[in-house]
């Protein structure tokens, strides 16, 4: 296959799947277009909780708590002050990311895994604790209901928001990990001694990378509050944090496509088995023992297997 036939055949494969997700509506299973926003939050989630993963190294396992951040305060703005629903969510992400800010500041200065992994791991517990104990505000573990909703009981409107958030997200994920910025970042990341060697302030981006990261979970976490209708403080647990690293590992932490794909399979996987509960944590931990013995690069990683095979194989 000659270059100018890998770009047709790549923009193909760009253009078909946005094609089938635009018409999907006109087949008027709102079951499958339930599912599917649910796909797009998730799939934003581990997107951008894999991106200062794969630049910096950093793992955030407070990742969660951003989520619902962004979720409480647009629910409670819009509960409480009768704001625009429109307005709340930009409340929201704009709220997440000044702790996000805050938050970069603080994971910014550590080095090493374990410290980042655990500091990130306390800070998430944090957050989950205040909001469960402001019974006042939050209403504790009863959650939040009666929240405004974007649109009417129609589901077609919030599925395309949800596609257009999906894909203005996934364009500023990719860009910016191909931007100068990006580059700058993966050498940070590398050899954070070498990049300040050369003049590069580490902290700036750094505190960058994680910002941008928990804006978005703050985003789709605002979204997500107004498309439910209600929400409680489980959306801030470890176990979110925990399975959307699982849905980037089984779909490849080092591809911008690796967490999209691992999102929509997994979730499509737990939802068959919807009626067993305890299949959920079965069909995660089993998806990704199988992923990490036969391919460790995750799914996206599977022809490149199958490309060493047939050239051993000859």
């Not at 050369?198 to 997500?224: C, D, E, H, Q, R």
């Amino acid at each position: 296959m000659n270059s100018l036939e890998n770009k047709v055949f790549k923009q193909y494969w760009l253009i078909i799947p946005t094609l089938i997700l635009l018409l999907l509506p006109l087949s008027g299973q709102s079951y499958i277009l339930n599912l599917l926003i649910t796909c797009f939050i998730y799939s934003v989630l581990a997107s951008f909780f894999n991106l200062p993963f794969r630049t910096l190294g950093y793992c955030n396992f407070g990742y969660a708590s951003f989520y619902g951040v962004g979720a409480y305060f647009s629910a409670l703005v819009a509960i409480n002050y009768k704001v625009p629903v429109a307005i709340a969510i930009v409340g929201g992400f704009l709220f997440t990311t000044l702790i996000g800010i805050g938050y970069g500041m603080l994971l910014s200065r550590l080095r090493g895994f374990h410290y980042v992994a655990m500091t990130s791991w306390f800070f998430g517990e944090i957050i989950r604790l205040i909001i469960i104990r402001a019974v006042d505000i939050t209403r504790g573990m009863k959650g939040l209901y009666g929240i405004p909703f974007i649109f009417s009981s129609d589901i077609t409107p919030y599925y395309y928001l949800g596609l257009m958030l999906f894909i203005v997200s996934i364009v500023t994920c990719f860009k910016f990990l191909n931007s100068r910025i990006g580059i700058i970042c993966f050498a940070t990341g590398n050899d954070e001694a070498l990049a300040q060697s050369l003049g590069i302030n580490t902290f700036k981006y750094k505190m960058l990378v994680i910002t941008l990261s928990t804006s978005f979970a703050g985003l789709m976490g605002s979204f997500y509050a107004h498309f439910r209708g209600t929400i409680t403080p489980d959306m801030l647990d470890w176990a979110v944090t925990l399975n959307v690293l699982v849905f980037d590992i089984v779909g490849g932490m080092n591809s911008i496509l690796g967490p999209i794909i691992g999102t929509f399979l997994l979730i499509s996987l737990i939802e068959t088995f919807r009626f067993v509960l305890e299949f959920s944590p079965i069909v995660l931990g089993a998806a990704l023992l199988v992923v990490m013995l036969l391919f460790p690069d995750g799914i996206v990683g599977i022809p490149k297997y199958i490309s060493k095979f047939r050239k051993a194989s000859r």
